[in-house]
C-alpha cells in the first residue's frame, strides 16, 4: 500500500498536514464532525491482499489498523499493545495485541487474524502483487516459489494476543514496513464466506480501523466513512464522517470548493495557478516520484539504451512542472524521493545518489537527437510509433501532451516517430500496466516506508512492478546484497543502494521525471491531521468544527 507506497494516481489525493494557515469562505455548511474529500478515481479494491494504489491506501487507513500505525512521522501502536520485542539478532519479533481490539462486528481482533492475512497475501494462489514485499520473512520467498506451504510462514499466533515474526536476516526497517496496508489483519471467516468477492463491496469486509466504510459497490464515484465504535482508540476520532467524491477535472474541483461541497481539494495547472494568492491555497512535498516505464518487451525502440537516455533529455523538467503542474513538484534524478532517506551522517539519499546521474536528467535536445538517431540505426529502425499511457484526469492528460511534443522532436533527418496517447481511468491504467499491455506509461509510487529500497526493489528481474520488464544483472545483486550481506552494516548497505540508483538511472530503466507536490485548497477549520511518510492520511486525532 503506502505506497504508502501505492501506485499513485495523477490526480490521486492527499490532504493537507498543516492546516491552521488556510484561510478561505470555502468549505462545508456542515457544522459537525465531517469532512468532504476529493479523490482523483474510484476505489480498487479492498483487500489488503491485492491493493497496489494510493487510492486504496488510504481508504484502508481508515477503514482497518495494523499492528502500527504513523502519526505524521512517528511510529506507534495500533492493533499492537507496545512496541515489539526483539531478540538480540535482531530476527525475531513478539507483538503483544491489544485485549481490547475488536472487529467491527463486535468479534476480537487476534493474532490469528495477522497470521491468517499474512499467509494469505504471500500464498501464490492469491495472486497478490505486493507479496514480494515479504521477502526476508523466514520461508517467504520459499512459499512465492511454490516449493513450501503457506503455513510455513514464519509468523505465527503464540495465542489470542501473542503474534511473533521471524525474518531470516536483520531488516532494519521492518517495524515501519509492516504499517501497509499488506499486512493487516485479516477475517478468515469473511473470506470463506464471500471468496473472489471478498473486498469487493462494503458488504463483504469488517473493520477493524478508525472507521467503517458503509454502501461501497465497488465502483461507485462517491463513498462514506463512518466511525467505527468498535475501535480501540474512539475517544480520539473526533470526526465522525469523511465522505469522498471522485473529481477529475480541475475546474471542477475548484468549483465545488468555492461553492463550500468540498472541505478540500487538489488543483493543478492553471487551476493553481490562479489560486496561489488566495489564502486556501497551499502546497505538500510528498514522499512519491513520477516516472516513465517503457516495455522494452512490445516495443522494439525501447531496448536501446541511447533512445530511452534521448526521452529523458528531451524533458525539460522545470518548464514542464512550471508550465503544466504548477502545484509545487520538484525536478528528480533518481526515482527516490528527496527530503525521505537520510543515513547516520544527516546525508540525504537523493542529494547523494544524484550527484553522478544528473547529467542524464538535464534537458539537452540537441543531444537528444544525437542520441536517438544513434539508438535508432542501432535497432535497425527509421520509422518508429508508439502510445503514451496515462490516467484521464485533466493532470494526467496535460502531462502526456506536454511528453508527446517534446519527443516528438527527436526524430531529425529521415527519422520518423509517430507519437499516440491513450487515457483511461485509474483502475484500467493499472490493469494495462500490469498486464503489460502498454508501450509507454505515466507511473508512480508513494513510498511504503521512508526508505530507499522501498522504491529501488520495484525493478529487480521479476518483480510484479517492473512494468517494463528491464533487467540488470548488476542491479539485482546490489539489491540481494543491501537485504542480506549487508544489510546490517549500514555505510554497505547504503553504498549498495547508492549505486542501485545510479544504474537504474544511468541505463534509464525508467525516466525519472518529478518528485509530487500536491497543490490545495483547504477549509481553515480542519485541524490535526499527520500525513505518514507512504502520503497516507492519518484522521485520529482531526478535527473539523
Not at 496561489?276 to 539504451?305: D, G, H, I, P, W
Not at 529487480?460 to 548488476?474: I, L, P
Not at 525516466?511 to 477549509?523: D, E, M, N, P
Amino acid at each position: 500500500m503506502k505506497k504508502n507506497r501505492m501506485w499513485l494516481g495523477v490526480m490521486s489525493t492527499a490532504l493537507v498536514v498543516l492546516l491552521a494557515a488556510c484561510g478561505s469562505k470555502g468549505g462545508s455548511a456542515d457544522k459537525g464532525q465531517t469532512v468532504t474529500r476529493m479523490e482523483g478515481d474510484v476505489i480498487a479494491t479492498m483487500d489488503p491482499a491485492l491493493a497496489t494504489d494510493v487510492i486504496s491506501g488510504q481508504a484502508m487507513t481508515n477503514a482497518y489498523a495494523g499492528l502500527y500505525r504513523f502519526q505524521g512521522k512517528k511510529l506507534t501502536p495500533d492493533m499492537a499493545a507496545s512496541m515489539a520485542k526483539v531478540s538480540k539478532d535482531q530476527k525475531t519479533y513478539t507483538f503483544t495485541l491489544r485485549k481490547n481490539a475488536k472487529w467491527s462486528d463486535g468479534s476480537r481482533v487476534t493474532a490469528k487474524d495477522f497470521q491468517y492475512g499474512w499467509q494469505r497475501a504471500v500464498d501464490p494462489a492469491t495472486k497478490g502483487q505486493y507479496a514480494y514485499i515479504f521477502s526476508g520473512i523466514e520461508n517467504a520467498n520459499d512459499i512465492m516459489a511454490g516449493k513450501k506451504k503457506p503455513s510455513t510462514l514464519g509468523a505465527k499466533a503464540l495465542s489470542d494476543t501473542k503474534f511473533q515474526v521471524k525474518l531470516d536476516t536483520p531488516m532494519p526497517y521492518f517495524e515501519k514496513m509492516i504499517t501497509l496496508q499488506v499486512f493487516d489483519p485479516v477475517k478468515k471467516s469473511a473470506v470463506d464466506k464471500y471468496g473472489d468477492k471478498f473486498g469487493t463491496k462494503s458488504s463483504t469486509l469488517v473493520f477493524n480501523g478508525p472507521y467503517k466504510l458503509n454502501n461501497w459497490n465497488g465502483s461507485d464515484n462517491t463513498w462514506t466513512f463512518t466511525k467505527n465504535n468498535g475501535y480501540w482508540n474512539k475517544k480520539n476520532v473526533k470526526i465522525s464522517s469523511i465522505k469522498n467524491q471522485v473529481v477529475k477535472e480541475n475546474s471542477t474541483a475548484l468549483n465545488l470548493f468555492q461553492d463550500g461541497k468540498l472541505d478540500d481539494v487538489v488543483v493543478s495547472g492553471d487551476a493553481a495557478s490562479q489560486m496561489k494568492k488566495n489564502a486556501a491555497y497551499n502546497t505538500v512535498f510528498e514522499n512519491s516520484t513520477f516516472y516513465l516505464e517503457m516495455n522494452q518487451n512490445k516495443n522494439k525502440l525501447f531496448r536501446s539504451q541511447k533512445v530511452r537516455q534521448a526521452f529523458s533529455q528531451a524533458i525539460n523538467r522545470e518548464n514542464f512542472i512550471k508550465k503544466v503542474l504548477g502545484n509545487g513538484s520538484q525536478p528528480v534524478s533518481t526515482v527516490v524521493p528527496a527530503k525521505m532517506f537520510y543515513n547516520d551522517k544527516g546525508q540525504d539519499f537523493a542529494t547523494q545518489a544524484d550527484k553522478s546521474v544528473k547529467q542524464y536528467r538535464q534537458y539537452d535536445l540537441k543531444n537528444a537527437q544525437k542520441l536517438f538517431a544513434e539508438g535508432m540505426k542501432e535497432e535497425g529502425l527509421t520509422n518508429a510509433s508508439f502510445t503514451i499511457l496515462t490516467d484521464d484526469t485533466d493532470a494526467a492528460k496535460s502531462t502526456v501532451e506536454y511528453l508527446q511534443n517534446a519527443f516528438s522532436k527527436l526524430a531529425t533527418g529521415n527519422l520518423k516517430l509517430n507519437i499516440k496517447t491513450q487515457t483511461v481511468p485509474f483502475k484500467t491504467r493499472l490493469q494495462l500496466s500490469t498486464d503489460h499491455k502498454f508501450d509507454m506509461v505515466v507511473s508512480a509510487w508513494s513510498a511504503d516506508f521512508p526508505d530507499a529500497i522501498s522504491f529501488l526493489d520495484l525493478f529487480t528481474t521479476g518483480n510484479d512492478y517492473n512494468r517494463g520488464q528491464w533487467t540488470n544483472a548488476e542491479y539485482d545483486k546490489l539489491i540481494k546484497a543491501s537485504k542480506t550481506t549487508d544489510v546490517t552494516n549500514k555505510t554497505k548497505r547504503w553504498n549498495d543502494l547508492e549505486q542501485a540508483a545510479q544504474i537504474l538511472a544511468k541505463d534509464e530503466g525508467v525516466i525519472a521525471i518529478y518528485q509530487r507536490g500536491s497543490a490545495h485548497l483547504t477549509k481553515t477549520s480542519l485541524k490535526g491531521m499527520t500525513m505518514g511518510p507512504g502520503g497516507m492520511f492519518n484522521f485520529v486525532g482531526a478535527t473539523n468544527k
